[in-house]
């Protein structure tokens, strides 16, 4: 092959690598994923009243998920101690899920189920955690539990533990040279260790 050949089967292929690469870039910056930025990659600086407060995402308000909700959240209170009538609980959450439009004897059977099974299950998951107990938690369970008690069923927020460190993207809290905050003073090289 030629020069002059080669120089033309790449000017014959660049307007069409050149489109691919913009829609590929493009489609990165539209896509539901969560993107690879430079303020993920080197821990941008959020405002600090975003950074303070942790919020856990919307959940959804169907039966199902109210049923879920309210079964964990007594299954989770019985485990911390929490001294209320379960089964009253379960009760009221089931004729108010009985009194919504739409509802029919299927479907609370099929609730009935799932409850009795998600607030087992939650039981047993937290029986073996000896810390599960936390004071913020129970803080969250008691707020939770006195909404379901007013008959207040609708899913509330999860919860974020406090203590739980944010990692801040790839490379935040590795102590390399990434790390803005990292000891730089073991490093064998004075001038790296100057240049971060």
């Known amino acids: 092959m030629t020069y002059s050949t080669f120089r ?6 660049m307007p069409g690598a050149a489109l691919l690469l913009c829609l590929g870039i493009g489609g990165c910056a539209n896509s539901p994923l969560p993107s690879l930025t430079t303020g993920s990659l080197f821990g941008s600086k959020p405002d600090a009243q975003a950074a303070a407060v942790k919020v856990a995402p919307e ?12 079964s964990r959240t ?12 379960a089964a009253r609980l379960k009760g009221t959450f089931m004729a108010s899920e009985g009194g919504q439009p739409g509802a029919d004897v299927a479907e609370l059977a099929k609730l009935d189920k799932v409850y009795g099974g998600s607030f ?3 039981i047993r998951a937290t029986t073996a955690d000896e810390a599960y107990c936390s004071p913020a938690r129970t803080k969250h369970i008691k707020d939770e539990l006195g909404r ?4 207040d069923f609708a899913p509330g927020k999860a919860f974020v533990d406090p203590n739980e460190a944010d990692d801040g993207g790839i490379f935040a809290g590795s102590g390399g040279l990434l790390d803005p905050n ?3 003073s073991s ?3 004075p001038s790296l260790a100057n240049t971060f």
Do not use: E, W, Y
Not at 59 to 70: G, I, K, S
Not at 148 to 151: T, V
């Open 74 to 85: 007594a299954a989770k209170a019985q485990r911390c101690g929490f001294h209320f009538d």
């Open 59 to 70: 959940a959804r308000n169907d039966p199902m998920m109210r049923t879920l909700q309210v």
């Open 182 to 184: 990292a000891d730089t």
């Open 120 to 122: 087992n299950g939650t």
């Open 187 to 189: 490093f064998k090289s």
């Open 8 to 13: 033309t089967i790449v000017a014959a292929r």
């Open 148 to 151: 379901h008690l007013a008959g």
